[in-house]
Nanobody
Framework: VQLQASGGGLVQAGGSLRLSCAASGRTFTSNFVAWFRQAPGKEREFVAAISTSGQNTVLPKSMKGRFTIARDTAKNTVHLQMSSLKPEDTATYYC???????????????????????WGQGTLVTVSS
């Protein structure tokens, strides 16, 4: 699975952005998909993940209510909608996909980087104060 992340940019604090993770080469409806982010000088951290069915999502407490993750199966894309952005959200955001989950369904996706095999190139989000 090849992943292409897009949608990053410069936004003011309090604003919104929608990131997209598009898969090519095959569909990724049998894969968990997650977003991670890495700020300069910091370790990469988990942001959100979605099950193969799209019915289950996992987000850290600090991001619940501000970020949502959703699948657009028709476009073979997963979106990360971010709102009420803060300067501390500034980071490069990476999307990642797991190995095939068989059979696909409502299994809860993981939050660790090691659980994701395929990675996109990252898209930079900068939030100004």
């Amino acid at each position: 699975v090849q992943l292409q992340a897009s949608g990053g940019g410069l936004v003011q604090a309090g604003g919104s952005l929608r990131l997209s993770c598009a898969a090519s080469g095959r569909t990724f409806t049998s894969n968990f998909v997650a977003w991670f982010r890495q700020a300069p000088g910091k370790e990469r951290e988990f942001v959100a993940a979605i099950s193969t069915s799209g019915q289950n999502t996992v987000l850290p407490k600090s991001m619940k209510g501000r970020f949502t993750i959703a699948r657009d199966t028709a476009k073979n894309t997963v979106h990360l909608q971010m709102s009420s952005l803060k300067p501390e959200d500034t980071a490069t955001y990476y999307c990642a996909a797991s190995e095939d989950v068989l059979p696909p369904g409502d299994q809860i996706p993981g939050t660790r980087q090691s659980e994701y095999r395929y990675w996109g190139q990252g898209t930079l989000v900068t939030v100004s104060s």
